[in-house]
């Protein structure tokens, strides 16, 4: 089941790329008592992701930062890739998260397999603004190649 506007996002264990390497990091501490901008990606360095959809938050980060307390990418990839494509796209005023085994998306209902295209079990497109752990805005993309409904403008618009 698909998760939805009004609904608590479960607590499941995420990882960051720190000094050290992998952090791990349960969903619930990241998302108490602050406003976050999440958005997800099938995967990182895929073109979508690199040259349309990363490149959107980043260039409204500072407005984005108005109004909410974090923002965050997802993707399931592991924490060394997201945190390589971090510094690729200069997106250093967000967290990254690396949902590697899924269990985020899956809990929430929003993955996809990409097998057919060599990339396996992915998150599917989508932004939601989270506030102290509840889901108050949801977009997610259903077309391939579309950037719509998890844009940042659109995040931004909702805010």
Known sequence: MTISTG??????????????GPEALASSEFFAGRKVALFAVPG??????????????????????EKVDAIACLAVNDAFVMGAWQKDQNAGSMTMLADGNGDFTNAIGLGQDLSGAGLGLRSQRYAMIVNDGVVEYLGVDSAKGVIEASSAETVLSKL
């Open 44 to 65: 990182a360095f895929t073109p979508g992701c690199s040259n349309t959809h990363m490149p959107g938050f980043v260039v409204l980060a500072d407005r984005l930062l």
């Open 7 to 20: 609904d608590r996002l479960p607590d499941v264990t995420l990882y960051t790329n720190g000094a050290k």
